[in-house]
């Protein structure tokens, strides 16, 4: 068994994963908010320990950016972890096993192209549209890691070059600052949404209720009210779905792609996202050579960061090629 963590600013995750892929356990808890490093970490160990003594070994996927392989991270979203020496803390908790750390969003793509939507493709771009906007790079059928591996940070390419709404990572413009579901369901509540109360029968987010989204003001909720029809949440939509077709035809040029996925709550949104994005995409995507390239949703689901840490150790020959 593979201990798969998935490290994000808006929940945490951990599970058991077969060597075929198969996620047999998780556990999930909700990130602490404007909490210290301590207080972060406190949190990860809670959720991992009950799993630890199954472990061959360990896989992480955690916001960035960071420093790679050696796995200090500094999620945009978890101001607490500054340089936080995560893959040297879980290390030391796991002597004599191997850890391996990478981007939450690049695990997302290596987990579509290992078992997903992406089997098959030799080069595509897998996407997350969540708390943050990020995504990894598949070329010839390898993960592309880049000089620092950051690569496929496809959530800070520039949308709105007239300025647009400032972004954590400094900038301005960026599609995370438009897309990424909590500036998203702001803009949509500044503009007059009311978001329908959660469903008191709902069930948490796994059989032990260790972790409950708040589905009232979500980017999940959002692409709901979208689907039922409701006309702020559908301008909201066609926002999102916008800036990520202008920023995938840029990707699509620069890369020469034939498939994105898009996973995270805002996928789940169906025509009022993917159709924005379409249009956006064929405005912008006029070389002859990416017009073939296909987008659609991802395809495994929450369970999608664990089979992707997971794979850092079980596929590494083509996620993880020649690293220690």
């Known amino acids: 068994m593979i201990l798969a963590i998935d490290v994000g600013g808006t929940k945490m995750a951990a599970g058991l994963v077969a060597h075929d892929g198969t996620v047999i356990t998780s556990r999930r808890a909700a990130t602490p908010q404007n909490a ?4 972060l970490w406190d949190t990860l160990t809670a959720l991992i320990d009950p799993l630890s003594a199954r472990a061959e070994g ?21 101001p607490g972890w500054r340089g936080f020496p995560l893959r040297a803390r879980l ?10 750390l990478h981007n939450d969003a690049i695990c997302l793509a290596i987990a579509e192209h290992w078992q997903g939507a992406g089997r098959g493709s030799a080069d595509m ?28 940070h ?37 503009q007059g949404w009311t978001p329908a109360p959660p469903d008191a029968e709902d069930p948490p987010a796994d059989s032990e209720g260790a972790y409950q989204e708040d589905r009232a003001v979500t980017g999940r909720a959002l692409a709901a009210d ?22 995938i035809a840029s990707a699509t040029h620069l890369c020469d792609l034939d498939l994105v996925t898009i996973g995270g709550g805002l996928s789940q949104a169906g025509e ?8 956006a995409l064929r405005d912008h995507a006029r070389m002859g050579f990416a017009r073939r390239l296909k987008v659609m949703p991802a395809a495994l689901g929450q369970e999608a960061g664990l089979v992707g840490a997971a794979a850092l150790l079980l596929a590494g020959g083509t996620y993880w090629p020649s690293c220690p």
């Not at 290390?91 to 191997?98: A, E, N, Q, V």
């Not at 790079?137 to 690569?151: S, V």
């Not at 909201?236 to 202008?246: C, N, P, T």
């Open 272 to 279: 009022p996202l993917f159709g924005p994005l379409e249009e």
């Open 58 to 78: 360990v896989g992480v996927g955690c916001g960035g950016p960071m420093t790679w392989p050696d796995g200090e991270v500094s999620p945009l979203n978890m």
């Open 36 to 39: 210290d490093a301590e207080t």
């Open 91 to 100: 290390s030391g908790r796991f002597p004599g096993l191997p850890v391996r």
């Open 226 to 247: 979208a689907l039922a029809g409701d006309p702020v949440a559908l301008l909201a939509m066609r926002r999102a779905g916008r800036a990520l077709g202008i920023a």
């Open 125 to 152: 771009l897998g996407m997350v549209v969540s708390t943050g906007v990020g995504g990894g790079l598949i070329l010839d059928g390898r993960l592309i890691n880049g000089g620092t591996g950051n690569a496929g």
């Open 154 to 190: 496809i959530g800070h390419v520039v949308v709105e070059s007239d300025g647009g709404p400032r972004c954590g990572c400094g900038g301005h413009g960026c599609l995370e600052a438009v897309a990424r579901g909590p500036a998203l369901t702001a803009w949509a509540l500044s």
